[in-house]
């Protein structure tokens, strides 16, 4: 809540100074954006009704401290309504397997179409969604196109390790298979370039 702390200051601070300069109390605030989502398994975000009910006690403390009423109070949900809902959906190109270190797996996206891995290490689920698979899980690293040493989608990840559906070859120019992968708010479908 520390964010909305500082909007809630800052802006009880503006509505004392616009009642102290033009005598009007404006009835509404809007402390902007935030809401956090889950991107990963591992994410607990608050429920809304544990922020309303934060978001009023602070506005209400700042405004009792200014000598204001408390106004109404509003915010911008959007990530918070449209994130849970949302996916991205890649195709696999490359599959390259680091003997003893990882594998990475190259997508047809990455930090041209989302670039908060790259920013400030955000972090993302990926699943195989396309069929069950048996196969022992490998690390995995999901990496973007534009082969840029910050081009991550998802830094680790513990994928099935069959990479062998059999018609896939670009042998004879055979139909390659895909195989799909589901995250949260990423989404791959994998093709293996080679047998």
Known sequence: MSGFEVAAHRVVGLLKAVRDEHGVELPEIDLGGGLGIAYTSDDDPREPHE??????????????????????????????????????????????????????VSVDGGMSDNIRTALYD???????????????????????KHCESGDIVVKDAFLPGTWRPVTSSPYRLRVRTAVPWRAITTMCSGRRSSP
């Open 51 to 104: 922020i309303a009910k934060a978001l009023t006690e602070i506005v209400t403390r700042e405004c009792e401290s200014a000598k204001l009423r408390t106004p109404r109070i509003s915010v911008e949900p959007g990530r918070a309504i449209v994130g849970p809902t949302a996916f991205t959906l890649y195709e696999v190109g490359t599959i390259k397997p680091l003997d003893g270190l990882r594998t990475y």
């Open 122 to 144: 955000a972090e993302y689920s990926v699943a195989l969604v396309s069929r069950r698979s048996d196969a022992e899980p490998m690390l995995a690293r999901v990496v973007g």
